[in-house]
């Protein structure tokens, strides 16, 4: 009987996570593209939203008074941002918003996305994922 208990509640489980993107460290999705791509994922960063910019990277760099995101970097599609924080505006004209993001969607790798085919990944919004436990935003990619 317990035994029947304890399957009943791993299956059960299992069909909960179902369809839920998995959480990626940023270094790991860039490194083993070929891995996620095409899966649902989620991973953190700095966001850069602003003038054909909407890309996701591991840190930033300034360069005289203009602050900008260091390659490699991920092109944000429409991708749902769970969370956002710390954000500041940079020294460029026009003025791009850094903050501190988890974005999740579908991840691609193959190159050409984003302004000017720029990037070589992307994360895709897609419809259907809501974290219950977080406010989501929807980025827009402006193009």
Not at 45 to 71: H, N, P, Q
Not at 84 to 90: L, M, T
Not at 97 to 118: D, K, M, P, S, T
């Amino acid at each position: 009987m317990l035994w029947s208990i304890l399957v009943l509640l791993v299956i059960l489980l299992k069909s909960c996570t179902r369809g839920r993107p998995k959480s990626v460290a940023f270094g790991d999705l860039v490194s083993n593209s070929d891995r996620y791509h095409g899966k649902s994922v989620c991973a953190k960063g700095i966001y850069v939203s602003g003038f054909e910019a909407s890309a996701l990277g591991a840190s930033t760099y300034r360069d005289r008074d203009v602050v900008y995101l260091a390659e490699p970097a991920i092109w944000l599609e429409g991708a749902d941002i769970v969370f956002r924080r710390d954000c500041f505006f940079s020294g460029a004209y026009p003025p791009h918003e850094f903050c501190q993001v988890r974005a999740c969607g579908l991840f691609e790798a193959g190159g050409g996305y984003g302004h000017a085919g720029a990037y070589k990944f992307q994360i895709r919004g897609h419809a259907g994922y809501v974290n219950p436990n977080a406010k989501a935003y929807k980025v827009e990619s402006g193009l």
